[in-house]
């Protein structure tokens, strides 16, 4: 798995740049969390708030290195 070094998006192995913001991704990252509805999860909201970005359902990387 890689992760977006801007947004944290974590994509398949194959997925050189984000899909969402165009960063390129890396595999160093450590922990994730998965978002299913983004709508009511508290913690997508303060999430999408600290980097700035708006939180899909999908998987974050916690730590991108």
Do not use: H, W
């Not at 899909?19 to 983004?38: A, D, R």
Request: charged residues 30%.
């Amino acid at each position: 798995m890689r992760a977006c070094k801007k947004c944290l998006m974590i994509y398949d192995e194959d997925v050189q740049r984000c899909l969402l913001c165009k960063s390129p991704t890396t595999e160093n990252f450590t922990g994730f969390f998965g978002v299913i509805n983004p709508e009511k999860s508290e913690i997508a909201k303060k999430f999408g708030e600290k980097l700035k970005i708006k939180v899909i359902k999908g998987k974050y990387a916690l730590n991108v290195k």
